[in-house]
């Protein structure tokens, strides 16, 4: 395996601390001029006129004392302080331009240098939005009540601004929804004019989104795509994205002396630097993690090694241990370290304490001499021979498994090759936001019809044939932008600040390249054409069925999930031909699995029946405060054996090839 040369862990991409750029080598980004550079361009904003020579300016006759112009300000009431003040926010403004210049053109001639785009429309939502558009010019009538309720709604809202400026009395005749952190500064709220501006905004983003949703006689997923994409462009026009209408950016710009548009332009070269050209905003301050030294520090051992993955054995932390292991199965588009980011949240520690012999599959981190990797290599190398150097070093027939996420869905095709063969290593299996039915499953199908998928195997050809990382990194960003880029723009660039330090963070942007054949196979069986559920998926040339599978399956899902939805992830369990235990925690794709119970958050909900709908099994469900884990540990420690000495990894018949976490968690993308 060969590192790339752009490492995200880099501190915002060879930004030093102290907010300076360091000075960048011939073949990397150039830094945009600093104010050190431009002295010559700003010395007329910071000379006093009278510094002018008797050859620059003739003399004049004396004026009279300054004094208020009309619809001016008087200069001369300022105090010095107040001069200095305003002398160092025009020089930091001149500064920011200059800057913002530079860069900009910079980005240009990258930009010019690069191949042309492999379509006008990435989204692929032209088509979309043609019937749509074409939907509602055939229903005038709709159209025109539409219009009618959007003046109606800004009358109101022109009323309700006078009679606030009036007695202050009016009520808001729109609001953000709950949890909405766009708007939380005061002035939002206190300040009629940031107030209007944020109702106009508001009333005008809900007109725009229910007119395509209200669209009629179009095909469902195309209107789909359509609202998804009107959702992106209604959230990229807030005016808490622009400088001159959100007031704590404003706010910031002025006790600052414009420093902190000075700073944000210097962190927005050095996104662009880190993205190689592109911007790639940075979410975490990604210096202040080390993977092995901060994050991912639990004890083991890498006790086997192949192309796909390295498995970990972790050191135990009781005397007795479960006579059956347990090996899990992370998705392979993030790295395994998720399981184990802090000591107090690390799922792998917790899992140790309770008394169970924890293997980890780490993914290797693929280049182009894996392009051609399958998703029956992932399944042989990964799954069978995880589950197989486990089996050994433990010196037991069976494992017990976890597949989470994409891990899940591999997970669970190989438990139906594995029945389909007539071999069961498994002795039990759970998922965590794992689908294998996806009729519904979420956003991320309107990423998969066929147009996008041609697209993307081009890019994945450019790129050797494997797609990057940050393209999987923006996929995902796109599905919660204002959470994961719009927050993060307003933070780096608008309030020139640092982004903090949060290892969640600094694991969401720490994403593997993915091989084209693996990748397309998935999206085009599994997205595309849903064929695992429906019976229709062979792999190694043999058909698959999930109600083969007669072993005891624990579902895990969660109820905010907005990659895998808890509907999809029931549907999903009702596959299976065993027994299936099916729980609901509260939150979403990450918090709702990590969720460590000494933290005392959330709930989740149980029932021991499994109705035919979500909905019925929600009727029924009993909801508990805190995490789901000790109702799985209870679930699989039935299903675990009796207890046995603890196994120490160093010890076994697999010898040690290296310490937890491993070599192939480290190869950045």
């Avoid at 347990?326 to 802090?342: A, M, T």
């Avoid at 693996?518 to 595309?528: A, D, E, S, T, W």
């Amino acid at each position: 395996m060969s590192e790339q040369t752009v490492d995200p862990s880099s501190p915002r991409g060879g930004k030093a601390k102290g907010g300076a750029v360091k000075s960048a080598e011939p073949a990397t980004f150039e830094k945009p001029p600093l104010p050190e550079d431009v002295s010559a361009e700003i010395a007329a904003t910071e000379a006093p006129v009278a510094a002018a020579t008797p050859e620059a300016a003739p003399a004049q006759p004396a004026a009279p004392p300054p004094g208020p112009a009309a619809g001016g300000f008087d200069l001369a009431a300022l105090t010095a302080e107040q001069r200095g003040q305003l002398e160092k926010l025009s020089a930091n403004l001149a500064r920011a331009a200059v800057a913002a210049q530079g860069v900009l053109a910079e980005m240009a001639l990258r930009n010019a240098e690069r191949p042309p785009a492999l379509t006008p429309d990435p989204f692929h939502v032209g088509p979309a939005l043609t019937e749509v558009m074409g939907r509602l010019a055939a229903q005038p009538d709709k159209l025109m009540r539409a219009q009618a309720d959007l003046f109606t709604r800004y009358m109101d809202l022109w009323q309700a601004t006078a009679r606030r400026l009036h007695d202050g009395t009016a009520a808001p005749v729109a609001a953000p929804p709950k949890g909405d952190k766009r708007f939380a500064d005061p002035e939002w709220t206190d300040n009629p004019a940031f107030d209007a501006i944020k109702q106009s905004y508001l009333i005008t983003s809900d007109w725009l989104n229910s007119l395509v949703g209200q669209v009629e006689g179009v095909d469902p997923m195309e209107k789909r795509r359509a609202e998804f994409f009107m959702k992106m462009l209604t959230d990229a026009f807030s005016p808490s994205n622009f400088l001159t209408s959100n007031p704590a950016a404003l706010r910031e710009l002025m006790a600052s002396g414009g420093e902190s548009l000075v700073r944000g332009i210097e962190n927005f070269a050095a996104d662009l630097e880190r993205g190689g050209g592109q911007l790639a905003i940075a979410q975490t301050d990604y210096e202040m993690f080390r993977i092995g030294e901060n994050v991912a520090t639990a004890p083991g051992k890498v006790v086997f090694r192949n192309e796909i993955i390295e498995l970990i054995q972790y050191s135990p932390t009781t005397e007795q241990a479960h006579e059956i292991p347990l090996v899990i199965f992370p998705p392979w588009i993030n790295k395994f370290y998720i399981l184990d980011l802090r000591p107090e949240n690390s799922m792998i520690r917790w899992l140790a304490d309770q008394g169970f012999t924890v293997f980890v599959a780490s993914w290797v981190n693929p280049d182009a001499s894996l392009s051609t990797k399958t998703f029956e290599d992932y399944m042989r190398e990964g799954i069978y021979a995880g589950t197989a150097a486990a089996m050994e070093q433990c010196g037991v027939p069976h494992v017990n498994t976890v597949g989470y996420c994409i891990g899940g869905t591999l997970l669970g095709a190989s438990l139906a090759h594995m029945a389909a063969k007539g071999v069961q290593p498994i002795a039990s299996a759970t998922f965590f936001a794992a689908q294998h039915d996806f009729s519904e499953a979420g956003d991320l199908l309107l990423f998969t019809n066929e147009e996008w998928l041609k697209t993307l195997e081009q890019k994945m050809d450019e790129g050797g044939g494997v797609l990057s990382g940050q393209a999987m990194a923006d996929t995902f960003n796109m599905l919660r932008a204002n959470d994961l880029i719009w927050s993060f723009f307003v933070n780096n660039y608008l309030l020139g600040r640092e982004p903090k330090p949060f290892d969640l963070l600094f694991w969401n942007s720490d994403q593997t390249r993915m091989p084209k054949t693996l990748h397309m196979f998935y999206l085009r069986k599994f997205y595309g054409e849903n064929a695992l559920s429906k019976g229709e998926l062979t792999l190694d040339g043999v058909k698959l069925s999930l109600g083969d599978v007669k072993i005891p399956i624990y579902m895990q899902s969660s109820k905010e999930d907005h990659i895998a939805p808890a509907r999809s992830v029931y549907k999903s369990a009702k596959l299976f031909g065993g027994p299936v235990t099916f729980t609901m925690a509260g939150s979403g794709h990450i918090a709702g699995v990590i969720n460590a119970p000494a933290a005392k958050k959330y709930q989740h909900w149980t029932s021991d029946e499994l109705p035919a709908r979500l909905e019925d099994w929600q009727a029924q469900a009993k909801e508990a405060p805190g995490s789901w884990w000790p109702h799985w540990a209870a679930w699989l420690k039935a299903k675990s054996g009796g207890m046995v000495p603890a196994r120490d990894p160093a010890k076994g018949p697999l010898k040690p090839l290296g310490d937890a976490p491993g070599e192939y968690v480290k190869v950045k993308s």
